[in-house]
């Protein structure tokens, strides 16, 4: 790649970033654009393991750091397995609970795989790195930490930040007022040992950020540069990353595939184009013409549908997207009889289920519905018949004495009964 095209690509991609909405501050724009275009820059952004699964608030900046390597940079992806066990106050008005040391190495662990699902970890010259603080934060004594590190930082300088600032009303531990220095000692570090220049976080990280920078200064110096990103909001106030049943993981059995789909698929008209920006990798013409589609036709959710698609098979790969739209379409039809086990098994888990263990092999449809609670009594099950609400597997079913044989069964186990348009109920048939 000849100077003239690098120094295109690099500027193209600090460009892409401010069109997608992604660059809420820089510490020096001008001198970071030239540091790209001049060589291949090492990059870094940290993710504490609070928990063993990354969510989809993690996503913006590890797909920021994608986007680096694709233009040629090198991320490195630190997992907090030291700082874990301190506890970040940024963005939080308690102190975060203390997990032992072994539930914080097991999460880095999960962490360090999940990151492998994005970034390139291996040969190549703009392969990544992936890193756990605590093997360098670990190996510090106390008093070296205070004499060579602490040193560098006046208490007022660090109430000055907001992260402290903003929690000095409830009070905030020495552990959780120490962590922005410890922060800052690993951007130092990276600096000296992998010549990291760049540090991405959010945008409550800036005080972390400029803290970093601040040592790299007195410890040494060279370029070093801070960029935040904006913190994810929803238009209608509501947090993002949080669906009805709870945070939106990127671990599939925490978070199935298919709940995955559908958290982006129920995104507001408001966000759609906003979150395609964010989250794909869709270049700006592809988005402007989804921007017009959904402009002039938004209940066909064409925008919401590619925004899943291009989600899901980034997470979690294609298969699981012809998975979670086969889920889709059976749940608009009502019929599951096309689906595989493990989808069906997907399809129903949010329904009401009722387990039949006595060994039946058939069934009387009235008594179904009265043991699933889809009707309240034998009287509005006969209605209910009569008036063809009442559907099998997704057949309509018309008749008083309709008897439901195992055969009928799906994958020898289940059925699945609607009443009306949206009430389902699940019968799973298990041996005694």
Request: net charge negative.
């Amino acid at each position: 790649m000849t100077n003239e095209t690098t120094n295109q690509v690099n500027n193209e991609l600090l460009e892409d970033l401010e069109y997608r909405g992604l660059v809420y501050q820089f510490t020096d724009r001008d001198g970071l654009a030239k540091k790209l275009n001049d060589e291949p820059v090492v990059l870094y952004s940290g993710f504490d393991p609070t928990a063993d699964s990354l969510h989809i608030g993690h996503l913006l900046p590890v797909l920021i750091l994608r986007r680096f390597q694709l233009a040629g940079h090198i991320p490195v992806a630190l997992v907090g397995g030291g700082t874990g066990l301190i506890g970040d106050p940024s963005g939080r008005s308690t102190e975060r609970s203390l997990n032992t040391a072994d539930t914080v190495a097991q999460w880095t662990n999960r962490l360090k795989d999940q990151l492998s699902r994005f970034l390139d970890f291996g040969e190549g010259a703009s392969a990544g790195k992936l890193v756990s603080n605590y093997d360098w934060l670990s190996k510090l004594d106390t008093i070296s930490f205070l004499r060579d590190v602490g040193k560098n930082f006046t208490v007022n300088y660090m109430l000055a930040k907001d992260s402290v600032d903003s929690r000095l009303a409830n009070g905030i531990s020495f552990t959780e007022f120490s962590y922005m220095i410890l922060q800052a000692y690993d951007f130092h570090r990276l600096h000296t040992d992998h010549g990291c220049a760049l540090q991405i976080g959010g945008s409550d990280q800036w005080g972390n950020i400029t803290a970093g920078l601040d040592l790299i200064g007195k410890m040494g110096g060279g370029d070093a540069f801070g960029m935040t990103v904006p913190l994810v909001t929803k238009s209608d106030g509501k947090k993002f990353g949080k669906s009805e049943s709870g945070a939106v993981w990127l671990d599939r059995s925490k978070t199935s595939a298919y709940q995955f789909y559908q958290f982006w698929i129920n995104t507001d008209d408001n966000d759609v184009i906003k979150f395609l920006k964010y989250f794909t990798f869709l270049n700006k013409d592809e988005i402007t013409a989804l921007e017009e589609q959904h402009q002039q036709a938004p209940e066909q959710r064409i925008a919401q549908r590619e925004l899943a698609r291009q989600v899901t098979r980034l997470v979690h790969g294609q298969e699981a997207v012809d998975s979670a739209e086969k889920i889709t379409q059976a749940l608009f039809s009502g019929n599951f009889t096309e689906l595989s086990e493990a989808d069906l098994t997907e399809a129903l888990q949010d329904m009401p289920t009722t387990v039949i263990t006595d060994g039946s092999t058939e069934n009387a449809l009235i008594d179904l519905l009265i043991e699933t609670k889809a009707a309240p009594s034998r009287r509005q099950a006969r209605q209910d018949i009569e008036s063809g609400a009442v559907y099998v597997n997704g057949e309509k079913q018309s008749g008083l004495e309709t008897v439901i044989e195992s055969g009928q069964r799906l994958h020898g186990k289940y059925l699945v009964l609607r009443r009306g348009k949206k009430n389902y109920f699940v019968i799973r048939f298990d041996q005694e």
